[in-house]
């Protein structure tokens, strides 16, 4: 579904950051907080809740805040605990692992007589009787120079999921709640083949079937789209992670994503590990300062450097300065999180200061944390890992940041 979902990034971790650092040893899932409406009144300030598709939270001005994506939260819940459990457990010896399945697939259910089993561009009901389509899974090589679409729609005619504009080759996942089916384009569906596909570079591939779980980059295209989904079904709630920002992209697939979709990105990269050095950048639709869009600065390619030590860091990202500071007195440290940081430290409070040249806040707020931090043998900072929100004083739209630095740069690929 070529929508972008867009994720106030992990700056916003609150329940997952704030529920971890009590030492529990399980995060509540997102889906189970109470549902209520984004914009309504609150109580108590610094409450949870969610709608249909984001984690709410209660804020100061006792308004429920849209502050990331449920999918989202999933994830990041899923990361943290897994990182717990890897410090928690030793290694045990290693094994033949088990052959890679396909996550969330459903299988074409045996047509009855008179069922749809291939089709072109059509509409038809979905379900098990003569005329319909069999719920399952479908494919479709796309021609050339041409595009495929399909949209899922319940009994009222409301699209419960879409994938538009797909080039090369396109999945879709059909439920058996699905009323109906609209399909468009030149493309001959047909119950996906067990035999796997190299993925190109464009179009949907199979997670560890077809793209190898791992870190790739792109430099993108003006009108790139990609997205990382749970399944095929094109729904909101699928999608994990995605971006349709043209420039550099950097992506994480993990092992249990199940599809990758990339549009007009131009050639993927597969890098040996995550980028050892950079600086990930983006705002919301009405950020002053990124006006929606997104960049990712990774060295060597992109300058970017860190200076600092216990009482402050700076990082350059390209065009783009990032000052940040502990409360007055204190020092970063591992963990340290600062929710009320201004553009000026105080005793009660730490700096954020993100600025570029052309633009910056005359005042602004937000939050920091610092999720790891080291320092050579003169203090100086080596190794920095942290994300930060900022929102300009009078705006409502945020500026959110990825920082990764290591004391070793790395830019291999595979």
């Not at 899932?29 to 300030?45: E, L, M, N």
């Not at 749809?116 to 561009?121: L, M, P, Q, R, T």
């Not at 937000?366 to 900022?390: K, M, P, W, Y």
Request: glycine fraction near 10%; include cysteine.
């Amino acid at each position: 579904m070529e929508e972008v979902v867009r994720v106030k990034r992990a700056v916003s971790l609150l329940a997952i950051v704030m529920v971890a650092s009590l030492g529990l040893a399980s995060c509540e899932d997102p889906g189970t907080f109470p549902v209520r409406k984004a914009g309504a009144k609150c109580s108590p300030v610094g409450a949870f809740g969610r709608d249909k598709t984001h984690v709410l939270q209660c804020k100061t001005n006792k308004r429920w805040t849209r502050i990331m994506t449920i999918s989202q939260a999933r994830a990041l819940i899923a990361a943290y605990e897994a990182k717990l459990a890897a410090e928690a457990t030793t290694a045990p010896a290693p094994t033949t692992p088990p052959a890679p399945t396909t996550t969330n697939a459903p299988t074409v259910t045996s047509p009855v007589t008179g069922g749809i089993v291939s089709f072109g561009e059509t509409t038809a009901p979905v379900g098990n009787v003569a005329g319909s389509i069999a719920p399952g899974r479908y494919e479709a090589v796309v021609p050339a120079g041409e595009e495929c679409d399909f949209y899922r729609r319940d009994g009222a005619g409301n699209t419960l999921g879409a994938q538009r504009d797909v080039v090369t080759r396109i999945i879709m996942d059909l439920r058996p709640g699905d009323a109906s089916v609209q399909t468009v384009g030149p493309c001959s569906w047909a119950p996906i083949s067990s035999t796997t596909r190299p993925w190109t570079g464009s179009g949907i591939g199979l997670v560890n079937s077809e793209v190898a779980p791992g870190w790739y980059s792109t430099t993108g295209g003006p009108s790139c789209y990609w997205s990382v989904a749970s399944s095929a079904d094109g729904s909101v709630a699928s999608i994990r992670r995605n971006d349709n920002i043209g420039g550099f992209q950097l992506v994480q697939v993990l092992p249990s994503d199940n599809i990758l979709v990339s549009n007009r990105c131009g050639n993927w990269t597969a890098l040996a590990g995550e980028p050892a050095r950079y600086v990930d950048m983006s705002g919301e639709l009405n950020d002053p300062l990124l006006q929606g869009n997104r960049e990712t600065r990774v060295a060597p390619s992109s300058a970017v450097s860190i200076s600092g030590n216990a009482a402050g860091v700076t990082v350059t990202a390209g065009d783009w300065t990032i000052n940040l500071e502990p409360n007055t007195g204190g020092s970063f440290f591992n963990g340290a999180y600062f929710p009320n940081a201004q553009e000026v430290a105080s005793s009660t409070s730490g700096k954020i200061d993100f600025s570029n040249g052309a633009v910056s806040c005359t005042t602004g707020s937000g939050s920091l944390t610092v999720q790891e931090i080291a320092f050579d043998g003169a203090g100086a900072v080596n190794r920095f890992r942290a994300h930060f929100q900022q929102t300009c004083t009078g705006q409502t739209d945020s500026s959110f940041g990825f920082i990764t630095w290591d004391a070793v740069s790395s830019s291999s690929t595979l």
